[in-house]
Structures are given as C-alpha cells and as structure tokens.
C-alpha cells in the first residue's frame, strides 16, 4: 500500500515536499512514479525516479522546479515542489512500476504502474 502525503493550501511561488510511504510490501527495487489530476482534467504524469533513485524523469511543465528523491531504507519516495503555479492545482498520486528493470530504468507512464496509493491534495493560489 502507498500513501502520498504532504499536501496542502499554499501561494504561487511557494514549495511543498511530497511523500509517499510504502507499507506492507517493500517497493525499493521498484521504479516509482507521481501523477497528478486537476479538476475536470485527466491524470497525467509529473516524474518518475528509478528504483536507485539515480536516474529521474520529469514532465516538461514541471521540469526544473520540482525534483524527486528516495529514501529506500525507510520504503520513502519524496517530491520536491518548487516555485509552485496555480496550474499546479491538482491531487497528487504516487504509484509503483510492477516490472523488473535495472537501478537506472525509467518508465514512461504506463500499466506497469499499477501500485497506486492515494492521493494527497495540492491547492495553489495566485
């Protein structure tokens, strides 16, 4: 089970740090990913962090202010929400890729992610 975390209610240029928690089962040798869904909009992909947390992929609208990282000692993927924009409204999900890739493999979104916790709401106002 994941658990994204961290969300809240903050101002346009602001940051926010994300978690998402793994229990139950452990996910450090697997690639993880964070999606987000705005109102009315269709869930779209934001960033995916190999399971070495080496590598790191990042959508174009978000690249260069958020940034993500792992801890898989304590079963923890983070992302790092910098310079935050209203379009950046969204719940945010994290989920795990089910295949299995080498240290540095990034998924492109797709159904190998398909551990999903729940989400965490991000609200940015202008």
């Known amino acids: 089970q994941l658990q994204a975390s961290g969300g809240g209610l903050v101002q346009a240029g602001d940051s926010l740090r994300l978690s998402c928690a793994a229990s139950?089962?452990?996910?450090?040798?697997?690639?993880m990913g964070w999606f987000r869904q705005a109102p009315g909009k269709e869930r779209e992909f934001v960033s995916a962090i190999s399971w070495s947390g080496t590598a790191t992929l990042y959508a174009d609208s978000v690249k260069g202010r958020f940034s993500s990282s792992r801890d898989n000692a304590k079963n923890t993927v983070f992302l790092q929400m910098n310079s935050l924009k209203p379009e950046d409204t969204a719940i945010y999900f994290c989920?795990?890729?089910?295949?299995?890739?080498?240290?540095?493999?990034?998924?492109?979104?797709?159904?190998?992610?398909?551990?999903w916790g729940q989400g965490t709401l991000v609200t940015v106002s202008s």
């Open positions: 989920a795990a890729d089910t295949k299995t890739r080498g240290p540095s493999a990034l998924p492109e979104p797709g159904p190998w992610y398909a551990y």
């Open positions: 139950g089962r452990t996910f450090s040798r697997s690639a």
